[in-house]
Nanobody, 128 residues
Framework: QVQLVESGGGLVQAGGSLRLSCAAS????????MGWFRQAPGKEREFVAA????????YYADSVKGRFTISRDNAKNTVYLQMNSLKPEDTAVYYC?????????????????????WGQGTQVTVSS
């Protein structure tokens, strides 16, 4: 069992930065690939970024590539999402999720049902 708690959301002006954190409980954190998803008002939840259990592989949605960076610290059971050059369209509730890391297969990373555990989400609002 893995419990996930996101933090770091807030209100920021366009062009600004935020760093989200996702703290995980449990001793098996390092065996899970981790992902970030987001859901804007009136829209479906969408994939943002993922990182492999070792941290050696990352994958990003085209909409955030070059602006967002996912990282993890397995010693601290935490995954991060550094968000730079934020845009109003980045406004959403951001969720972290854990997927047992049996294989790194990019088509699976964007599929929400492939993830085993989810956090409660943290709100990010970008003003223009």
């Amino acid at each position: 069992q893995v419990q996930l708690v996101e933090s770091g959301g807030g209100l920021v002006q366009a062009g600004g930065s935020l760093r989200l954190s996702c703290a995980a409980s449990g001793r098996t954190f390092s065996t899970y690939d981790m992902g970030w998803f987001r859901q804007a008002p009136g829209k479906e939840r969408e994939f943002v970024a993922a990182i492999s259990w070792s941290g050696g592989n990352t994958y990003y949605a085209d909409s955030v590539k070059g602006r967002f960076t996912i990282s993890r610290d397995n010693a601290k059971n935490t995954v991060y999402l550094q968000m730079n050059s934020l845009k109003p369209e980045d406004t959403a509730v951001y969720y972290c999720a854990a997927k047992y890391g049996s294989s790194w297969y990019r088509p699976d990373l964007v599929l929400q049902y492939k993830y085993d555990y989810w956090g409660q989400g943290t709100q990010v609002t970008v003003s223009s």
